[in-house]
Each structure stands twice: as structure tokens, then as C-alpha cells.
């Protein structure tokens, strides 16, 4: 039997990345998958990829309104959760006098404030013995130039991994947060730096790796399904930080 046989999880920015790697490794342990994302083309080729059982639907996470409406759609076709990663954000980067409004606004709505009123809308629909991750970073803890927003907003998650815990474990809900370092994905192309520069910030970041590499989706998808299964049902409220020991060493 597989640990998520006759599951159900929610992986809020499934279509790419980290989530899909994660949504991914759900489907090969049993669960029936829910993605949700922005891109249509995106989403149903992650869809195609995850099997039949698999649910994807465009959802933006910064917008109150479609969180109200991905709970009012999951509860219509009766579906209950067992687990849910919220992965979905934004990551935009910029020293203190280039920072502006739109951008602040831009990642508090996606990363804080989507992922705080998602939670809300969804929480009827969790199963007593479910289990909540949020995707934090390490740059809530290590005070890297440029990244002060986006670190903030992090900072926010990591915070609602210990009070939503207070709050939801009545109903037999534990939340954890997983925090990654550097990760090999398509993020770092959207950053919309100059391909050569890209390649010498990604160097930059590799040296103060201990470890000398970067991280795969894969590993952070398995710590994802560590604190969404009954293996971690004594882990309430903490932060597993994954970065090669860059912030510890």
C-alpha cells in the first residue's frame, strides 16, 4: 500500500517547479492530485503528466475572490483534503530605493495574503488528520541584499506556520512550513536578468553552499510529503529548512 492511497491533496502552484515535483511525487504515492496555477498551457500539461485521477485548475493565489471560489468549486464535486502545499508566490527582487508599491503589493498579495484567506476558504474542507505545508525560504533568516520584500513576505509564512497551528489543531489540522534554499528550477529564468549574469549570480550562490550545488524539486517534494503524512504526526508548527547548510554553516 502507498502512503497516500485514498488521499486527497491540494498543491496550490502545481503547474511547474517545486509544486509540480511535489504534485508528482504525491500521484506516485497514491493520492488523487488538485494543481492549481495561472498558465492554462502549463496546467494541462502537469495534468496530463499526473494521470487521470488529477484535478488542475486555473486559480490566481493573489486574488481573495478565487480562493472563495477554488473552495466553493472542490466542495461542489464533494471532494475533502487530506493534505495541501501552498507553493504557490512570487518572487521579485530589488534594492531598498528601487523597490516600489506595485511590487510590495504584487508579492504580500500572492505570497501573505493569498495563501492566508486560501487557508481560510479551505479550512471547512480539511479532513480531521490533515496536513498544511507552506513553502517559506531561507531568506527570511539570512538577510540577503535585495531580497528585503520578498524575505518579509517569507518571514510572514514561517510566522503563520505557528499560529495557524494553535488554530486549527482543534480540528486536527497540523501546519509546518518547509524552508529551501537554492533550488534548480525555472524561477531563476524569470528573474529577467541577462543570461550572463544569471549564470554568474547562480555561481555566486552555489559558493556559499556548503554542499557546492544547488537543490532539486525532488528533495524538497520529499520533505513535503514527510510533514504531509502520519511519518511526521508529532511535528506541529516548525520549520524544515533545506539549503545545503547555507544559513547554518
Known amino acids: ?3 497516500f492511497d485514498n488521499k486527497t491533496v491540494l498543491v496550490t502552484g502545481g503547474n511547474s517547479g517545486i509544486g509540480f515535483a511535489t504534485a508528482l511525487e504525491f500521484a506516485k504515492q497514491g493520492a488523487r492530485v488538485i494543481i492549481t496555477g495561472r498558465d492554462q498551457a502549463t496546467l494541462d500539461t502537469a495534468k496530463a503528466q499526473l494521470g487521470e485521477n488529477a484535478i488542475a485548475l486555473r486559480n490566481d493565489a493573489g486574488d481573495i475572490k478565487a480562493s472563495k471560489e477554488l473552495a466553493q468549486t472542490l466542495a461542489a464535486q464533494g471532494i475533502t483534503l487530506d493534505a495541501a502545499f501552498f507553493n504557490a508566490g512570487v ?15 504584487q508579492t504580500f498579495n500572492v505570497n501573505v495574503k493569498g495563501t492566508f484567506f486560501t487557508i481560510q476558504a479551505l479550512t471547512p474542507l480539511f479532513n480531521s488528520g490533515a496536513a498544511i505545508v507552506l513553502n517559506g525560504s531561507i531568506n527570511a533568516h539570512i538577510g540577503m541584499p535585495s531580497s528585503s520584500v520578498y524575505a518579509a513576505s517569507k518571514a510572514a509564512l514561517i510566522s503563520f506556520a505557528k499560529t495557524l497551528s494553535a488554530e486549527l489543531l482543534p480540528r486536527g489540522v497540523r501546519v509546518n512550513v518547509v524552508s529551501p ?11 529577467g536578468i541577462p543570461a550572463d549574469q544569471l549564470n554568474e549570480l547562480a555561481s555566486d550562490i552555489q559558493s556559499q553552499v556548503p554542499l557546492k550545488r544547488f537543490g532539486t524539486p525532488e528533495e524538497v517534494a520529499s520533505a513535503v510529503l514527510y510533514l504531509s503524512s502520519p511519518d511526521s504526526a508529532f511535528v506541529v508548527g516548525t520549520e524544515l529548512i533545506m539549503d545545503g547548510g547555507m544559513s547554518q554553516l
Not at 181 to 191: D, E, F, Q, V
Open 1 to 3: 500500500m502507498k502512503r
Open 91 to 105: 518572487a521579485k527582487f530589488g534594492p531598498l530605493d528601487a523597490i516600489d508599491e506595485n511590487l510590495w503589493d
Open 181 to 191: 534554499g537554492p533550488i534548480a528550477t525555472p524561477l531563476y529564468g524569470r528573474l
